[in-house]
């Protein structure tokens, strides 16, 4: 019998090696980031962004594509800013029917078979278009209790390690362990065989996208916890940063082949890159740059991975 | 007298203008192993999809149990017990085997799920492929393809909740080895022996006959003969699938083309494929056994790798239009002219008017019929959309054109033009390989290979063209 560390583990593997490596080169450029106060510094904005990485990854897994991630999300802080802090009652209403209406792209998207691509990318027009109404100029306030749960300091390790830890268990736990996961990410690997099982594909497809609303909904509201206030366009980066953390953590475009765990260390890899380039004095000019050489070397050695396991699987 | 599992009464399905299913009534019942043998398009995969609740039929009756069910679709289907595995594989590759056999079974949910598909696809592996050595937990897209294939099968055998009852194998051991062959047949008789049933489709007729209590052979849409497997032999089987020589009336001249120069050759294992300027040579047998291979391993190998060439060696046809073939959203000319504007256009911009003309000339010469080469493309008939595509390949000066069975779907008097075209333009030196999965097309060629199983097992020339020789080759494997 074959040794069942396949695929799946080296898929893995390369993206937790290439957060070593980075972490491994920011503690050796700056030692004093080697603590509790450092390590939360380093991975602060990376919760939030790893949440909006699972949403995309929940899009990605049924092969569509969320080019609406970054405007969904800073609505969602602007919502969070105003009237979750103002009027609770209100602000979780807007933010269910924003999660609703997640749901219904899905179903739209999969009744008339249109690209998701051209969907999401007018949508974002919406949603960049309702937080300029709610907040014309950056401001607000986060809600007390989610400043108190972003700030909290467990004992042992950082807010920040703590949360990206749960997240991945819990997103592991939907994604790879539940039916329903099992069930959405089949819709990605074979639409046709789920269908003939008796399974309501249009369901799943819905379910997915309601998923990725609840995850980005949480990415909006734990980044107001941190900035303490929010912008119309305080997460437009995320829509990029979002795709490359689910490609980086060993995610496909298309064929339902994604891991939770890795979108997560792709996320985390992501922001530490940021870090380490500002460690490095890179001027912030070619820090975009720069960020984008550190993703095509991590990609390239993927690609030259998965090339080395095709061949033993022909051998 | 026991009712029958399904029962399907004067069925009538139709695609366009084809008929695909002309009134067949089929029953299945308890501890009977039905043997289903037909060529190509004879309706072995509509019945299939009827049966299994994929298809509504268009008119006729479905039965269970000797009652009438109105509302037959998939879920009906499966909550009588009818499972089917299909030809091309129908598991999720990024899943693992046991998540696929949770997809399959809809009642296995609730926590601890794993556990019971993974008790309920071991279990059934076991007893089929005893030693199989497949784990639960591997990635069906890391399995072979002999092991997938077991797997599929293990999972249809499989009891999740409802028994299997019906059990429906599309040519199931099409990439099994003998022995695990030998095991599925064994586990097949097993089953229908505890009272189940299965449909049997193969183009292995040795393992129809030893295997199937009935066997039933389809043709052009109908149930043309029917009897006890025990009253069959392999010859009977293949006389039955084919039919009295329809006339003569298009048959070609036999051209002598002893002295004519090979232009396309391709050497696999089986027979070498070679075809001469001005041949017209067939490529036949059962659909998906090679012959599209075939077209691209010879495209690919005359194409250009990187740089597009000034004179292209090869120029190719595809059958499936909407997949391959049509840019939907182009006018007719702007479809027409996509592979020739090299030769329209002069420092690369392409020479208007001369398009113009050269569709002008086209569309007169192979009657495209609509009232202005504008229009969009979408607005033609199918059969006049596969014309346009036939004037795209003939307008380039490529010698060879390679045809992916260009007539799926089109009707008899444009099928009858298109003939013409092609026999005109092989008496100028054109080469033509068209592989088609309809008799009569075949036997309009100068040769044909017959293909079985990835390789050419028999080649025909001249008078030996004929249904007969097609279909012996293609299901026994050798030439008669």
């Keep these: 019998m074959r040794r069942t560390v396949s695929a799946d583990a080296i898929r893995l593997a390369i993206p937790a090696l290439s957060l070593a490596i980075l972490l491994g080169a920011v503690f050796w450029l700056q030692p004093r980031a080697m603590s509790y106060i450092g390590l939360n510094l380093l991975f602060n904005l990376a919760v939030p962004i790893a949440l909006a990485t699972i949403a995309q990854m929940l899009i990605m897994s049924v092969n569509d594509l969320d080019l609406a991630m970054g405007t969904f999300v800073s609505f969602v802080a602007c919502v969070t800013a105003t009237f979750l802090s103002e009027e609770p009652f209100f602000g979780v209403l807007i933010l269910a029917g924003a999660v609703a209406v997640y749901a219904m792209l899905g179903v739209v998207i999969h009744l008339r078979n249109l690209p998701s691509i051209v969907v999401s990318l007018g949508m974002s027009f919406v949603w960049a278009g309702l937080a300029v109404l709610l907040l014309p100029a950056p401001g607000g306030q986060a809600p007390e209790w989610v400043r108190t749960v972003m700030t909290m300091k467990p004992p042992v390790a950082p807010m920040a390690i703590v949360a990206s830890v749960v997240i991945a268990v819990v997103a592991h736990f939907i994604v790879m362990r539940s039916s329903l996961g099992v069930l959405i990410r089949g819709v990605g690997g074979n639409q046709r065989s789920v269908e003939r099982a008796g399974w309501s594909v249009l369901a799943a497809r819905a379910a997915a996208y309601a998923l990725a609303g609840v995850f980005a909904v949480l990415a909006g509201i734990s980044l107001v916890g941190l900035t303490t206030s929010a912008d119309a366009n305080i997460a437009l980066r995320y ?3 979002s795709i490359a953390g689910v490609i980086l953590g060993g995610g496909e475009f298309i064929g339902g082949r994604i891991s939770p765990i890795g979108a997560v260390i792709g996320a985390l890899t992501l922001t530490l890159a940021g870090s380490f380039l500002s460690f490095l004095r890179i001027s912030p000019d070619w820090q975009i740059g720069a960020q984008g050489a550190i993703l095509i070397i991590v990609l390239a050695l993927r690609l030259l991975l998965n090339r080395l396991e095709n061949r033993d699987k022909r051998r | 007298m026991p009712k029958a599992i399904i029962d399907v009464a004067d069925v009538k399905v139709s695609f366009g203008a084809v008929k695909a299913l002309d009134g067949v009534s089929l029953a299945i019942m308890p501890g009977e192993c039905v043997g289903l043998v037909g060529h190509n398009g004879a309706g072995k995969s509509t019945i299939v999809s009827v049966i299994n609740g994929g298809l509504s039929p268009h008119q006729g009756t479905i039965l269970g149990e000797g009652e009438l069910i109105a509302r037959f679709g998939i879920n009906a289907a499966r909550a009588r017990g009818v499972r089917c595995v299909f030809q091309e594989l129908s598991l999720c590759p990024n899943l693992t085997v046991l998540e696929n056999t949770r997809i399959l079974h809809r009642h296995l949910g609730g926590l601890g799920w794993r556990k019971r598909a993974k008790q309920v696809i071991e279990r059934s592996l076991d007893t089929m492929f005893p030693g199989h050595g497949i784990a639960s937990d591997r990635i069906v897209g890391d399995l072979s393809i002999a092991e997938r294939q077991m797997v599929e099968i293990a999972m249809a055998f499989s009891d999740g909740g409802i028994p299997p009852r019906l059990i429906i194998l599309d040519e199931p051991t099409s990439s099994l080895d003998a022995s695990l062959a030998e095991q599925m047949l064994a586990h097949v008789l097993r089953f229908v022996a505890s009272g189940g049933s299965v449909i049997l489709i193969s183009h292995i007729l040795h393992e129809i006959i030893t295997t199937a209590s009935r066997i039933v052979v389809m043709k052009d849409g109908r149930i043309v003969a029917e009897r006890p497997a025990e009253a069959w032999t392999e010859n009977g089987l293949v006389e039955a699938m084919g039919s009295v020589v329809k006339g003569e009336a298009h048959r070609r001249a036999i051209r002598d083309l002893a ?5 396309v050759e391709q ?10 300027r001005g041949e017209i040579v067939g490529l036949a047998g059962l659909a998906g056994h090679g012959q599209t291979d075939m077209l691209m391993k010879l495209h690919a190998s005359s194409g250009a790798d990187w740089l597009p060439r000034r004179d292209p ?7 499936d239009r909407r997949l391959n073939g049509v840019f939907e959203l182009w006018s007719i000319l702007k479809n027409f ?16 008017d001369a398009e113009v003309q050269r569709a002008g000339e086209w569309k007169q010469r192979i ?9 969009r493309m979408l607005s033609l008939s199918g059969g006049n959309q596969q014309k346009v595509l036939f ?26 033009e298109v003939y013409e075209i092609i026999r005109q333009e092989a008496a100028h030196g054109r080469t033509f390989v068209w592989y088609s999965t309809e008799m009569e097309e075949v036997c309009l060629c100068d040769r044909v290979y017959v293909f079985r199983e990835g390789a050419i097992v028999a080649e025909l020339a001249g008078d030996a063209v004929t249904e007969e020789n097609i279909l012996a080759s293609s299901f026994t494997g050798v030439a008669a």
Excluded: C, W, Y
């Excluded at chain 2, 050497?267 to 001469?276: D, E, L, S």
């Design chain 1, 239 to 241: 829509t990029l940063l």
């Design chain 2, 267 to 276: 050497i696999g294992h089986g027979i070498p494929f070679r075809a001469k």
């Design chain 2, 337 to 352: 002219s996509v592979a020739s504007l090299g030769d329209l256009a002069s420092r690369g911009v392409v020479n208007a």
């Design chain 2, 313 to 319: 060696a090869v120029t190719f046809v595809a059958g």
């Design chain 2, 367 to 375: 009657e495209i019929r609509t009232p202005n080469m504008a229009n």
């Design chain 2, 391 to 416: 004037a795209r390949a003939l307008a380039t000066r490529a010698p060879v054109v390679l045809m992916d069975d260009p007539m799926r779907g089109v009707d008899v008097g444009t099928k009858q």
């Design chain 2, 259 to 263: 002295e004519a120069p090979v232009v």
